[in-house]
């Protein structure tokens, strides 16, 4: 089969017809598999869901007990025949929950990664090597002007700056879903165990976050703290709240 009978990109997103559903449709569909819980990928409205158990508690704390008719939980490795075709989630590295999703028909593996990273991430599963015919990759930061540094490497600035400046609070900009937990245990990691605190607006996915197991530390709600009592503190917060 050739591989654009078996995924092709339409106006809802990406189709696959044989086995009748889209992967991270933009508009509303009546099945939709999700790579992960973003909002540029995960949206209210579908019909039927298929995600894994993470993504779909995460669209429910977003958007609701009713953010689709119906849901499906599938686990890393396991497969599930969906019409002619075979669907199988790998993990993606991104955040909590994130899979790339691999469908084969007729001996063609197609992989659609969704947002993935290969560094290491301990708040997630590594990003998993899928051998397939077709990739389909999300390229995000793949310009080569993007260059990363390690991150460890800037931890320990943002360590040494703490350090350097006791009597300042340091307010660290990070998306709720995913960047901001990376950056906890991150700092756990490097051997940070003070209070670190937390806008509003990441409290529930962080707490989650922690319940499926990921260590966060000592993590306290920013909201009624004194501008005095947060010297020499860290406080976390959506980058559209830290401007
Ligand atoms: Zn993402």
């Known amino acids: 089969m050739r591989p654009q009978d078996i995924l092709m990109p339409v106006a809802a997103g990406l189709h696959c017809k044989p086995g009748g559903f889209h992967i991270d449709p933009v508009r509303p569909v009546e099945r939709a598999v999700i790579t992960h819980g973003h909002s540029d990928h995960a949206r209210a409205g579908h019909g039927a869901v298929l995600a894994t158990q993470e993504t779909l508690d995460m669209m429910r704390l977003r958007y609701g007990e009713n953010f689709a008719r119906s849901t499906q939980a599938m686990a890393y490795g396991q497969q599930l025949r969906l019409g002619e075709v075979t669907v199988k989630f790998h993990p993606a590295g991104h955040v909590l929950g994130s899979a790339q999703v691999a469908v084969s028909c007729e001996g063609t593996c197609i992989v659609a990664s969704g947002d993935y990273k290969d560094a290491p991430d301990p708040t997630c599963a590594p990003f998993e090597v899928v051998p397939c015919d077709v990739f389909i990759t999300e390229a995000t930061f793949g310009l080569p002007v993007f260059r990363h540094g390690d991150a460890a490497d800037e931890i320990k600035k943002l ?82 709240a830290t401007s």
């Open 159 to 240: 360590l040494a700056s703490v350090a350097l400046f006791p009597e300042r609070a340091h307010l660290v900009g990070a998306y709720s879903l995913g960047k901001a937990q990376r950056v906890i245990a991150l700092l756990r990691a490097a051997g940070y165990d003070a209070p670190i605190y937390l806008h509003g607006a990441m409290e529930k996915i962080t707490r989650y976050y922690e319940s499926r197991g990921v260590a966060l530390g000592d993590l306290r709600p920013v909201k009624g703290m004194k501008k005095a009592d947060l010297a020499g503190t860290i406080t976390l917060a959506p980058p559209s």
